[in-house]
């Protein structure tokens, strides 16, 4: 059973960073692309960043470009989100999920339980 | 950006009752629509894949169906762990990949 556990949330000030990591388990890491997806309290789920086996192709959000990057550590089976120059809008609970392709379909199958993010002076 | 959107938000009905969302999509997506549940607390669940593949584990009284910008949830016989927020998405574009606002079923 895959087993997905986020880590590293927390307070941050406006123009600060966290580094979040997401530890994994149950299934072979690098065959699979990953994600973080957030949710800002009482709102809805909103992709921030992708990132393919051996990091061949990685995706993000434009409100995030430029500031957020996503990376993953294949031996230790570690997905990260490096995110710098934060802003009182990134508050939010970040998920990593696994994703999986049925053909060209992809999809979340397995998500983390989140950590939460705030961002506030 | 492809926007999702979904109706209604809310709604309530009852134990054993039949609910349908609906979930559009602003361009043709073909059949690239996948649906969660997240329930109060939770992270969300995939419930079905590819606008109508019921994914293993998830009771049959889930169903899905609907092609290019037209999609539909239904669950029958509703339960009460089926109180929840469902979501759809869309990964006909991963630049970004949307969800829809999301529709609260909760009991009547």
């Known amino acids: 059973e895959a087993q997905l556990l986020e880590s590293g949330g927390g307070l941050a000030q406006p123009g600060r960073s966290l580094r979040l990591s997401c530890a994994v388990s149950?299934?072979?890491?690098?065959?699979?692309?990953m994600h973080w997806v957030r949710q800002s309290p009482g709102r809805g789920l909103e992709w921030v960043s992708s990132?393919?086996?051996?990091?061949?192709?990685?995706g993000q959000t434009d409100s995030v470009r430029g500031r957020f990057t996503i990376s993953r550590d294949d031996a230790g089976n570690t997905l990260f989100l490096q995110m710098n120059s934060l802003k009182v809008e990134d508050t939010a609970m970040y998920y990593c999920?696994?994703?999986?392709?049925?053909?060209?379909?992809?999809?979340?199958?397995?998500w983390g339980r989140g950590t939460l993010v705030t961002v506030s002076s | 950006d492809i926007q999702m959107t979904q109706s209604p938000s809310s709604l309530s009905a009852s134990v054993g009752g039949t609910v349908t969302i609906t979930c559009r999509a602003s361009?043709?997506?073909?059949?690239?629509l996948n649906w969660y549940q997240q329930r109060p607390g939770q992270a969300p669940k995939l419930l079905i894949s590819?606008?109508?593949n019921l994914q293993g584990g998830v009771p049959s009284r889930f169903s899905a169906s609907g092609s290019g910008t037209n999609f539909t949830l239904t669950i029958s016989d509703l339960q009460r762990e089926d109180f929840a927020i469902y979501y759809c998405?869309?990964?006909?574009?991963?630049?970004?990949?949307?969800f829809g606002p999301g529709t609260k079923v909760d009991i009547k």
């Open positions: 361009l043709n997506i073909d059949t690239y």
């Open positions: 149950g299934f072979t890491f690098d065959d699979y692309a």
């Open positions: 990132i393919t086996w051996e990091s061949g192709n990685i």
């Open positions: 590819a606008a109508s």
């Open positions: 998405q869309q990964s006909y574009s991963s630049a970004p990949f949307t």
């Open positions: 999920a696994k994703s999986r392709l049925n053909g060209d379909h992809e999809y979340f199958h397995e």
